[in-house]
């Protein structure tokens, strides 16, 4: 009887121990990101004010042009190679999936609770759209430097998690600067800034002036063939850049994604720049000591980017409150079910445990910040930044839960 006791309190202890070392390990990255964006948040306060609109402008400039491409290009080249490339073929349809699921959720969550005009569309985005980059980068980091994680070696676990996510930004990037730049087009009135939605107000002409035409145009006197057939090329391809708007998918991000699969899927060219014995070297190691700046600038710039408050949104109280309870409680479990289901047909690498946390973590995070930056292209930024407030604070706390949940699960 005694031995039967000691075993069930010895177990006891045992689960005790194991659910406090999960919620450790949940909760602690959290911590760690919580803190470091409330102190962007203090430096950009009105009693500090050393990281002004404007320098915190600047900082998102820089991250975005320089250190998230180093990041990428250092730690997705040197984890990469054309085997692992078809391994990892589910990451990019993962991402693919959660925006796929996340706005038909957002589509449904839209229709009961009914936006103001014109943020239908917008309400949809922001609860179908989540981080998949620069938040995750931070939570891989902040959980992988503990040398007792659950994932193993700290290098490893790092390197393995930073290339994971960084396989499927290209994918999101392109979802980004298509389908969601599209959808937060502004309505036929030309601006999110409608008094009343009753009495709609008409576009204005697009020009002020009748345009001047001549009523005699000149042809051209070239009657060069060949220099005909260039110009039509030429014309061409312009079309093809602007219809395909290449120079918004092709963000730096993206095109150091690209040139790290490229040069890591190619033995001769990984030998020659990504490996530590590389005559090339230096410059991967540069990358390496620029990217490891990326996620304390990106995480200043967000706590900075909050001091603003929810500001004087137009979304009313239960839109708001609408896009979180969607964003942060209903997506990730359909996410969990895509991830459970992928495994169970046997899509994903068997054994690989970060590898089914990152995909879990696409399905887990806040609205992205950087659809906040494509909506103020399209001039509803005033309130993506207050979605983009209230649903990052409120984050700090489902993360944490579901993380307890993943790691539970996993392990």
């Known amino acids: 009887m005694e031995r039967i006791l000691s075993s069930v309190l010895a177990s006891g202890q045992a689960s005790d121990e194991s659910l406090f070392t999960t919620m ?27 990281l002004p609109a404007s320098g915190r402008k600047l900082l998102n400039g820089l991250v975005f042009s320089l250190l998230l491409p180093c990041l990428i290009f250092s730690q997705l080249g040197r984890a990469i190679s054309l085997q692992k490339m078809l391994e990892w073929w589910f990451i990019p349809v993962n991402v693919v999936l959660a925006t796929i699921s996340g706005s038909l959720i957002g589509l449904v969550v839209a229709s009961i609770v009914r936006p103001p005009y014109p943020f239908f ?31 193993g070696d700290s290098n490893k676990c790092n390197e393995d998690g930073n290339a994971y996510i960084s396989f499927g930004q290209w994918v999101g990037a392109i979802i980004l600067y298509t389908y969601v730049f599209q959808m937060l087009a502004p309505p036929p009135e030309g601006t999110f800034d409608i008094e009343d939605k009753n009495l709609p107000i008409k576009g204005p002409p697009k020009n002020g002036a009748p345009e001047q035409v001549p009523l005699l145009v000149r042809e051209p006197e070239s009657t060069d063939s060949n220099a005909i057939n260039k110009g039509k090329v030429k014309e061409f391809l312009a079309f093809l850049y602007e219809k395909l708007k290449l120079k918004q998918i092709l963000q730096p991000p993206i095109i150091a994604s690209i040139l790290a699969m490229t040069i890591g899927s190619i033995p001769f060219l990984k030998r020659l720049v990504l490996t530590d014995d590389a005559p090339l070297f230096f410059f991967t190691d540069s990358c390496i000591i620029l990217g490891e700046a990326m996620i304390p600038c990106i995480l200043l710039a967000l706590g900075g980017n909050l001091v603003d408050g929810p500001g004087s949104s137009k979304l009313g109280f239960r839109t708001t409150a609408a896009i979180i309870f969607a964003r942060l409680t209903l997506v990730p479990p359909v996410g969990l ?3 459970m289901l ?18 879990l973590l696409q399905h887990t995070m806040p609205t992205s910040v950087l659809s906040g930056a494509v909506a103020s292209l399209r001039g509803c930024g005033r309130e993506s930044a207050a979605v983009l407030f209230w649903v990052h604070i409120f984050a700090v706390f489902s993360m944490a839960g579901w993380i307890v949940l993943y790691l539970s699960i996993l392990f």
């Open 342 to 359: 992928a495994d169970k047909l046997g899509f994903l690498p068997p054994g690989d445990k970060m590898f089914r946390f990152v995909l």
């Open 24 to 50: 450790k390990f949940a909760v602690l990255p959290i911590a760690k990101v919580f803190t470091m964006c409330f102190m962007g948040f203090l430096m950009a306060s009105k009693y500090v004010n050393i």
């Open 121 to 151: 569309k917008f309400t949809i985005i922001h609860i179908g759209i989540g981080n998949i980059g620069n938040v995750p980068l931070v939570l891989i980091a902040a959980l992988c430097r503990d040398k007792s994680n659950p994932f």
């Open 337 to 339: 079910g895509i991830v």
